[in-house]
């Protein structure tokens, strides 16, 4: 198994800003991605974020709205860039070994 | 277009009643995977189902993969309030790790 915790756990943001949220294990992993939960909504898959290289994007994703760091194998960050309300969402952090393990969540408004 | 339908969305019941929760697709996946989602918290892995047919039970939980590996289904027997909580199914394609959630289905189960 793996122990995700992810910071900042909630934030309440201005439009037009930006967030950063962090993401840790507790183990080193190859596999991980951020996922977002819209009020209501069930999960999707934003990128993969990969190690040493720039992250894979899934579809309606683009790297200048959503950058994504992997410095090693046990951390991660995505940026939420130039807010609007329409990102308010839970951002998720999983990770795989075989099975998938999902991070507390980050919950984001945006007035 | 949701790849992967899920019913029902909503579902409240008595304690002690059963019922099922269906994952349909017109896809084919490698594995599905159940989870049960808290408010605040993230997704919590139930299960993995892999093989077609596969039929695994977790407690009051049955599990089943349909044969062709497009369908699976959750049934709950004897629900109880602890239960309550929002369900989502999964399906990882091509053995690539990453996961489409159904549209998820909110159960509360009334004491």
């Known amino acids: 198994s793996a122990v995700i915790s992810q910071k900042p756990s909630r934030d309440i943001c201005q439009r037009g800003t930006s967030l950063t949220i962090q993401c840790q294990v507790d183990?080193?992993?190859?596999?991980m991605f951020w996922y977002r939960q819209q009020p209501g909504q069930s999960l999707t898959l934003i990128a993969t974020?990969?190690?040493?290289?720039?992250?894979?994007?899934e579809s309606g994703f683009v790297i200048d709205k959503f950058p994504i760091s992997r410095p090693n194998l046990t951390f991660s960050t995505l940026t939420v860039s130039n807010m609007s309300p329409e990102d308010s969402s839970i951002y998720l952090c999983?990770?795989?070994?075989?099975?998938?393990?999902f991070g507390p969540g980050t919950r984001l408004t945006v007035l | 277009t949701q790849l992967l339908e899920q019913s029902p969305q909503f579902l409240s019941i008595q304690e002690g009643e059963n019922l099922t929760v269906y994952c349909n697709s017109s896809?084919?996946?490698?594995?599905l995977q159940w989870y049960r989602q808290e408010p605040g918290e993230g997704p919590v892995l139930l299960v993995t189902?892999?093989?077609?047919?596969e039929v695994k039970k977790l407690k009051r939980l049955t599990f089943q993969f349909g044969d062709a590996r497009k369908d699976s289904s959750l049934h709950i027997t004897a629900a109880q309030p602890g239960d309550t909580g929002l369900y989502l199914c999964?399906?990882?394609?091509?053995?690539?790790?990453?996961?489409?959630f159904g549209s998820g289905t909110r159960l509360l189960v009334r004491p």
């Open positions: 999983s990770v795989t070994t075989g099975e998938s393990f």
């Open positions: 183990s080193q992993v190859t596999m």
């Open positions: 974020a990969n190690q040493g290289s720039e992250a894979t994007y």
């Open positions: 896809s084919v996946f490698s594995s």
């Open positions: 189902v892999v093989t077609g047919g």
């Open positions: 999964a399906g990882e394609m091509d053995s690539s790790y990453k996961l489409i």
